[in-house]
């Protein structure tokens, strides 16, 4: 909302930073949203392993299991893609059950929920697209290009995260920069002008949409898009074909907004959409691999800092 092409015009920035968390729990079944396996999992000694029970981490990083998030989404990601299977395991059968059951009692539930025993099969793990580092640009007082506009929290870039993220600096971002925008609107927040005659929304020539299946049909290709295309490796055919389909999408549902009657779900289709789009640019005109963002077609870090992109 913030962004919106031509009306808004908020600066937005580092949208290809997309942290993958390494491990949720693989659930045949669906699961929405997936339940998370602790990293402090493997901290506390569970090991990474295919289906035949080998590990793998050691080909990509000498820390093996307790290589950083990004390196071990990869590592799993890869594996996965070589093997054709659907989840890699982690392994805690060699781990003492009450420890394990203390440190970590909601897994060892939620697991034994789903069939599995951690003290007897290793646990099915995939990754999982987990935090955003980029969204509206701030500065140290929270502030966006926007007049007035304030924003905290996941929704925004406050640079705080770099192209990477380290777990749990959300917090951070929420509290400190909440507490900092609440000191800076405080003293003004009397003399402020608030506009205060928005005009009511004009449905005027729009009918009811008769097909929701329009929409959930479109929300389920926009994840088919970015989960095949734009995932935790990407390369410069697999995001020129994400634009291409996005750019269908984008207006079909553009269609649809200026000719039905609105509703929640297809507002959030049509955020989602903008969203998508701006992880698949910002991916694009990326042309180094920084932090979260993984090419193929660019492996390396380039040695300076490539501008703000958008
Ligand atoms: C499974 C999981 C585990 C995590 N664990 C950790 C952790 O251990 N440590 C850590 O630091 N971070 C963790 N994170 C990240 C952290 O939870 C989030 O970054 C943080 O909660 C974001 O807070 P927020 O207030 O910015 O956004 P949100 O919590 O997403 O809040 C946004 C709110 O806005 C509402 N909203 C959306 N659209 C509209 C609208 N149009 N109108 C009105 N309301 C709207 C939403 O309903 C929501 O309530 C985790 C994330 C996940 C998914």
Redesign the pocket.
């Known amino acids: 909302m913030a962004l919106r092409w031509g009306i808004a015009k908020g600066w937005v920035e580092n949208m290809e930073f997309v942290q993958f ?1 390494p491990t949720a729990l693989y659930n045949p079944a669906g699961e929405n ?1 997936v339940f ?1 396996v602790s990293e402090a999992v493997r901290g506390y000694g569970g090991i990474l392993k295919n289906r035949n029970g080998e590990e793998f981490m050691h080909k990509y990083d000498e820390r093996k299991s307790l290589a950083p998030r990004d390196i071990v989404a990869r590592a799993i990601d890869n594996e996965m893609k070589l093997s054709g299977d659907e989840c890699m395991f982690l392994d805690c059968r060699h781990l003492n059950k009450e420890g394990f059951t203390a440190h970590f009692p909601t897994i060892y539930e939620k697991c034994m929920s789903i069939g599995i025993d951690p003290m007897k099969d290793m646990i099915p793990v995939v990754p999982a697209c ?2 955003m580092c980029g969204g509206i640009k701030v500065d140290e007082m929270g502030r966006s290009n926007i007049q007035q506009l304030y924003a ?4 925004t870039c406050t640079g705080l995260h770099g192209a990477n993220r380290l ?8 509290m400190v920069f909440a507490k900092r925008i609440a000191e800076d609107i405080l003293p003004k927040i009397n003399h402020l002008s608030i506009k205060d005659s928005i005009p009511d929304w004009d449905a005027q020539g729009t009918t009811d949409p008769k097909e929701m299946v329009l929409i959930t049909q479109s929300l389920k290709e926009l994840k088919e898009i970015m989960s095949s295309y734009v995932g935790i490796v990407r390369s410069n055919v697999r995001l020129k074909r994400a634009l291409d389909r996005l750019w269908i999408l984008y207006q079909e549902t553009e269609e649809l907004y200026n000719n039905t009657t609105i509703s929640p779900q297809l ?1 959030e289709l049509r955020n989602l959409i903008s969203i998508a789009y701006l992880v698949t640019r910002s991916a694009t005109m990326r042309r180094e691999s920084r932090g979260l963002h993984y090419t193929t077609d660019y492996p390396e870090k380039l040695g300076f800092v490539q501008e703000s992109l958008l």
């Open positions: 968390h949203p998370l987990h935090y905290c929290g996941e929704c777990a749990s600096n959300s917090l951070l971002e929420a507002c």
